[in-house]
């Protein structure tokens, strides 16, 4: 796509029904409705569970950034066969379950940056929307009763399988479907299912029960978004048969379109799996942060392309952290040579386009940045590209570092020399923040009272050692240093010392 100077930011995105990408254009002008499937609140939130809020959060940021009023809404399945099998191994009840679990999920959503979700509705607070649905589908022939359950007739809906892009039997032949006497066809699915004794129910018109899980999100969504919804999200595993199902019967209901763009992220893999609870290799969030910095893991989600599969590993892990480590090296050196905070320097909350255009800066270091932000906004632009939005931010690193070593800004803190730095590394932030990336200090160069000043006298004390070539004294004290992750860097200005 072009990114010309004087031109509104043309965003497109790739949606799963059209299988193409199209140019983004809301329903409605100025404001965008996305809708993300959240999680069903069995057990603690593991990293996969946060591909899609970390993904959507920054999709969020970019839309915001380009001047869209967004309403994000992510549900939480409260009620659900694992939840109730879940309850009864713990002797416990499902509330009590779902509570615990999702307050789990809300704590690493709050650590991994993603503070753009507008509301969190549970299914078991929409029971009277549900119930609506449900007599409406049968009222219109798309659904029927039977035995307690009610089940929707896929054979009712003529296109059924187009966010697939395949038809029921071939869908039937590559699924788990649930088998049951009590279905028109084996590829009908549950909207309501009859209590068995010591489940959690509802009354209903079909006896007591509870909502199945596709016709949740259809209630939530159409409740706080409306139709159509601009976009509805999720991972790649729910294409079939939940967005499938959840497509058939809200158009059902509808009789009109129900989403204009779907979007599906890639799935975290742990070697050739897809990282789940099924296949016993989930690395659980709340553990994950007592090893890693929340910053990297945000980071190491948005790596790659959103359709693109996630690999995790604990030395991908620390190989992000290493990189993030050279940025904080480049916030504390920037604060040394400005005498400005990285992290509070002002950046717009919206931009247009044609104030970016690097060819209205003067040749240097801020055209340099200027045309590598560019970049990254066109990354964004083109389908929420991250991956290739990262590596701009890397360039942009690169080129502020080689400008602060060419002119040997530390040393001399030639004005003429700073204010391009300034307001190159103003752009770098709000390029990071678009990320969720550098929102706050985490690495401080110095600590505070007793600690400072042990650490001032060690680093006289090796000063005074390799002043006097007493150099076996000055590496003794920098490998005591390192064996407790404090690291010593010599600079033109003197020692700096930080903990990793």
Same mark, same amino acid.
């Given at each position: 796509m072009a990114f010309e100077a004087g031109s509104d930011l043309a965003i497109s995105v790739y949606n799963t029904l059209t299988r193409r990408k199209e140019p983004f254009v809301p329903v409605h002008p100025g404001r965008v409705g996305m809708y993300v499937c959240g999680p069903t609140v069995y057990k603690p939130s593991h990293v996969g569970h946060m591909v899609g809020p970390v993904i959507f959060d920054t999709v969020k940021r970019f839309l915001s950034w380009a001047g869209y009023q967004v309403k994000f809404v992510v549900n939480i399945t409260d009620i659900d066969d694992k939840l109730i099998v879940e309850a009864a191994k713990q002797n416990s009840t499902v509330p009590i379950v779902a509570e615990r679990v999702t307050a789990d999920y809300m704590g690493c959503l709050k650590a991994l940056g993603v503070r753009g979700i507008d509301l969190f509705p549970k299914a078991t607070d929409h029971i009277p929307e549900i119930l609506s649905m449900i007599e409406s589908l049968i009222a219109k022939g798309h659904a029927y009763p039977s035995a307690g359950d009610v089940y929707f007739d896929v054979a009712s809906d003529g296109d059924y399988g187009k966010l697939c892009n395949r038809d029921p039997e071939q869908m039937e032949a590559g699924a788990r479907i649930e088998i049951s006497d009590r279905k028109k066809n084996p590829g009908d699915f549950a909207l309501w299912k009859g209590a068995k *004794? #010591?489940? *959690?129910?509802?009354?209903? %018109?079909? #006896? *007591?029960?509870? *909502?199945?899980?596709?016709?949740?999100?259809?209630?939530?969504?159409?409740?706080?978004?409306?139709? %159509?919804?601009?976009?509805?999200?999720?991972?790649?595993?729910?294409?079939? %048969?939940?967005? !499938?199902?959840?497509?058939?019967?809200?158009?059902?209901?509808?009789?009109?379109? =129900?989403t204009k763009y779907w979007m599906h992220n890639g799935l975290m893999k742990t070697g050739d799996k897809k990282m789940s609870k099924s296949e016993g290799n989930e690395v659980v969030v709340s553990l994950l942060l007592k090893r890693h910095k929340s910053e990297a893991i945000r980071y190491l989600l948005?790596?790659?392309?959103?359709?693109? %599969?996630?690999? =995790?590993?604990?030395?991908?892990?620390? !190989?992000?952290?290493? /990189?993030? !480590?050279?940025?904080?090296?480049?916030?504390?050196?920037?604060a040394r040579i400005s005498g400005k905070s990285f992290f509070y320097l002002e950046t717009p909350k919206h931009r247009e386009a044609k104030r970016l255009d690097p060819a209205l800066a003067p040749e240097?270091?801020? @055209?340099?940045?200027?045309?590598?932000?560019?970049?990254? =906004?066109?990354?964004?632009?083109?389908? =929420?590209? /991250?991956? #290739?939005?990262?590596?701009?931010?890397?360039?942009?690193?690169? @080129?502020?570092? @080689?400008?602060?070593?060419?002119?040997?800004?530390?040393?001399? @803190?030639?004005?003429?020399?700073?204010?391009p730095l300034i307001a190159g590394a103003t752009l770098l932030r709000e390029c990071g923040l678009l990320l969720g990336l550098f929102e706050e200090e985490t690495v401080k160069e110095s600590g505070t009272g007793l600690t400072d000043g042990l650490m001032k006298l060690?680093?006289?004390?090796?000063? !005074?050692?390799?002043?006097?070539?007493?150099?076996?004294?000055?590496?003794?004290?920098?490998?005591?240093?390192?064996?407790?992750?404090? /690291?010593?860097e010599d600079r033109p200005g003197g020692t700096i010392w930080r903990q990793s």
């Open positions: *004794p #010591g489940e *959690p129910s509802w009354p209903s %018109p079909w #006896g *007591p029960g509870r *909502p199945g899980w596709h016709i949740e999100c259809s209630a939530m969504s159409l409740k706080w978004l409306g139709a %159509p919804i601009d976009i509805h999200g999720g991972g790649l595993d729910l294409q079939f %048969p939940h967005h !499938e199902n959840e497509l058939a019967q809200s158009e059902s209901y509808l009789g009109h379109a =129900f948005l790596s790659s392309h959103y359709r693109s %599969p996630i690999e =995790f590993s604990e030395a991908r892990l620390e !190989e992000v952290g290493r /990189t993030l !480590e050279g940025f904080h090296r480049f916030f504390e050196l920037f240097g270091l801020l @055209r340099d940045i200027m045309t590598l932000s560019a970049r990254l =906004f066109e990354s964004l632009a083109d389908d =929420f590209n /991250t991956g #290739g939005a990262i590596g701009a931010l890397h360039e942009m690193l690169t @080129r502020l570092n @080689r400008f602060v070593a060419e002119t040997r800004l530390e040393e001399n @803190r030639d004005q003429a020399s700073l204010e060690l680093i006289e004390l090796r000063a !005074e050692s390799r002043k006097t070539k007493n150099f076996a004294m000055a590496d003794q004290i920098r490998k005591g240093l390192t064996d407790l992750n404090i /690291t010593l």
